[in-house]
């Protein structure tokens, strides 16, 4: 029994395969769920804050992405794989970045644009170009965009004037006007903080989805490199560019709005669709935020967060490809003959 158990250790040894060697006691499961957990405490509170749609919708992203990956996989005659929890993953993410009230077919449609378009038309899970939950959200924004800019009074909401989320307020009626809907700019940054205003499902309160995104970056499995120099470029430009000329902005409000914080933490940091290096990394969310920044400010939908991070995982290989890490070893030869 030893004689076997030495050469099965042996045999391991020498399997040959090409870089990166990287071993961990993860898997892509483990990391999935990992990351389902780190978005509970948000689920949670969305739950208490818009009611019942809230987890109607959620279950109808989450479910109908898992069924879609399911009856694709089965088709295309491959295993099923649907207990590593990516599809539940990508549809709950989606069903976060809607409005609570939306009808059930729009998470539907957009869980299926989501796992049979965008994952699986391009090779499954770590072949896809683009954040599948990503897609199917900008898939749904233009298909219905008065569903998916129609906001309802949250369940906790005192004042109705609240039904507006604080983008759409700032995008038809100006900086004034939403301090004056909230009161004053320290009630502002407590409901924004809190969680006490209207938006999408998952995006309301930005110390729990902050909360859940260190404990990612302490598992290990978020580089914090990336949400921080995202959210850092969006209060940065937004400071310099303000309502009244330049360094008259509001950096903490547009840091803590609309979908920033669950698109730096979670959508921004996809290990298939962002950069591998640390500079690529920076060059990707720094590109993000200023795009973000781009569509706020002048463009025509209030928030920008998920076409920047689409539009910087078209880059991607681009950055992959001219940022990349220097050989260990290795050194630069010229090609030059010497004379």
Known sequence: MSVEIEREQTAKKLIVSSSPHIFANTSVKKIMWTVVIALLPAVIFSLWHFGLPALQTLLAGGLSAVAFEALTQKILKKRITVNDGSAFLCGLLLAMCLPPGVPLFVPIVGSFIAIVVA?????????????????????????WPVLMTTWTPMTTAVDVTTSATPLNILKLQGYDALIETFGSHAELYKALFLGLRNGCIGETSALLLILGGIFLIYKGIVDWVIPVTMIGTVGILTWIFGPSGFMTGDPLFHMMAGGLIIGAFFMATDMVTSPITRLGKVIFAAGAGAITVLIRLLGGYPEGVCYSILLMNCVTPIIDRFIQPKTFGGKEVSLKNDK
Not at 126 to 141: E, K
């Open 119 to 143: 994952k699986h038309s391009m090779g499954g899970l770590g072949y896809n170009i683009f954040n599948p939950a990503h897609i199917g959200r900008a898939a749904v924004m233009v298909s």
